[in-house]
Every structure is written in C-alpha cells, then in structure tokens.
C-alpha cells in the first residue's frame, strides 16, 4: 500500500510554514500562492464540497485565483496555515493522512461527541482539534 503521505510530500513540502504566532500573522498577512489551497484540497483528501463547506470558497474561485496567479486573502491564508499544520499533527498521530481524515468524521469523546471535521470551519474549532490531538498523542483520552 501506497503512503497517503507520500503521494502529496512535494506540494506538501513547499506550503510555507509558521514557527510561532506572528510568523503565523505575517505570513496570512503576505497572503499564500491560491495554487495552496488546491494542494490542501490533494493532501486532505476533502472532497471539493468538505472543502468549499470549510473554507467557505469555492473550488472554481480558487481555480481562478491560480490561473490569475492571485494570492488569497489573510482570512484564507490563516486558515489554510492552521489545517495544514493541523494535518501535520494528525498524520503525525495517525500515522497517515487516509487515517486522520477517518478519524475526521467520527464522534470524537474529547470534543463533546461532536465531529471535529464539522468544527474546522472555525479558526477555534481547528485549535480545539489540535489539542485533541495533543491529547490523543500523550496517551489522555486516547
């Protein structure tokens, strides 16, 4: 079997990072390249409806946005900093992106029952997934 990781390590390499909340700030204030959230699109495994749903854009606006060579506003962008590392900490925790996104869409005990891919609409809803996470990793709620 073919690591789900694997499959996207090359746009998955190039999505600029954040060390620490104002690069995070900066960073979404730059705006990122749209031809990002095409690659979070790929690595999540989203359909393009979970996506549009999450990242209240469309699909074809984003598409547009590349073809234009546009980048995405500083809302966008930070959402799109925050599921990626979020999806770096579930791979990291799941051991692949295939598993996360399961785990995704399944009533998780740590966040109330609620399913966390219905909270990653919000910049809160991300962080609440994240320390879920956290948990999960260091063996509470596990």
Known sequence: MVSYVNDFQ???ITIPRYNDDIGLLDRSKKGLEA???LDFLALSGFTQDEFQETFKTTVKTIQNHVSRQLKLDASLSEK?????????SGIEVFGSAQAFQQWLHAPAYGLGNRVPFNLMDTITGIQFIDEELTRIKYGDLA
Do not use: G, Q, T
């Open 10 to 12: 090359e746009p998955y």
């Open 35 to 37: 031809k990002s959230a």
């Open 80 to 88: 799109l900093l925050k599921s990626f590392a979020l999806f770096d």
